[in-house]
């Protein structure tokens, strides 16, 4: 019930601005964040990574013993339910991270059923903390925000990210041909970003109008998709289905009819599937 999410979002803002604060720490040093190659040399983590997910699950655990957690670094394994759980990002956008770039935050969201219900962002170097609880408003640093509304993808920011799961030529070329067809619809502007769930937020606050990816984790767009849905925007797959937390795909947007057009243009180029071609 609410008053239960509102306590479980208190507990959720405290974590993040701890682990916000770690972040700053690393920031403020001139040594490396120790560096370490996962699955390929775009999939990167840090001991800041792990300390601060470590940190934040012990919060969210104590505060919510029976909850389950899927987490990036350390508890990935485990498959979404429909029982309610944590879904944890230390440090989304660990590249900007080490490259001491402002775009990086830790995301907090819960799923209950499969389904996003309460989601946390913060974002340290700019000092924004999003949050946001299902039915309730979406807000930065207390303050209610919303999306830009843009309806018209001549009009529109849109966000993309490169491939990090694999940089085979069939991906490369998906990438290029959804690129050449955006610029040639023609859309205002495209962006490439380095944090699925700063980006997420930039289109909750009206600064992106879309941002989409295939290859994304359910720590990557839990947070941010309540956050989003609760400042009027939509979520959908990048097909222009139903958004779905596991299916890896996700495709943002400040309206209805903006995701619509943009879904058009991946489904021409079958912007739909995590392979290694
Ligand atoms: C990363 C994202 C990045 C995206 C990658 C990856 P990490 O998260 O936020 O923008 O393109 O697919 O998921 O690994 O930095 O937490």
């Given at each position: 019930d609410e008053v239960r999410l509102r306590c479980l979002l208190d507990e959720a803002v405290g974590a993040a601005q701890q682990a916000g604060n770690l972040m700053l720490e690393c920031f403020g040093?001139?040594?490396?964040?120790?560096v370490e190659e996962k699955t390929s040399v775009a999939d990167l983590v840090t001991k800041y990574d792990r300390q601060v997910e470590d940190l934040v699950l012990a919060r969210l655990r104590a505060c919510a013993p029976d909850f389950r957690v899927v987490a990036e670094e350390t508890a990935n394994t485990e498959e979404l339910t429909d029982a309610p759980t944590w879904v944890v990002d230390p440090i989304d956008g660990t590249t900007n991270f080490i490259h001491r770039q402002s775009e990086c935050c830790v995301l907090i969201g819960l799923a209950v059923r499969k389904r996003p219900v309460l989601g946390v962002c913060f974002i340290p170097k700019m000092d924004e903390l999003y949050t946001a609880i299902k039915g309730h408003g979406a807000f930065c640093n207390g303050r209610r925000i919303s999306c830009s509304g843009c309806e018209d993808l001549t009009k529109a920011l849109v966000n993309l990210h490169m491939p990090s799961y694999s940089r085979g030529p069939k991906v490369v070329e998906r990438i290029l041909g959804v690129t050449r067809d955006l610029l040639a619809h023609p859309v205002r502007g495209v962006r490439c970003g380095g944090s699925a769930g700063v980006d997420m937020i930039h289109v909750a606050r009206g600064r992106l109008d879309a941002y989409f990816e295939v290859g994304i984790y359910p720590w990557d767009v839990c947070a941010g998709a309540v956050i989003v849905e609760e400042a009027a925007g939509v979520c959908l797959?990048?097909?222009?289905?139903d958004f779905d937390l596991s299916s890896r795909r996700i495709l943002v947007a400040s309206s209805p009819k903006l995701a619509q057009q943009v879904a058009g243009i991946l489904q021409r180029q079958r912007y739909d599937t995590v392979d290694a071609e």
């Open positions: 040093r001139s040594d490396a964040p120790g797959d990048t097909m222009g289905g």
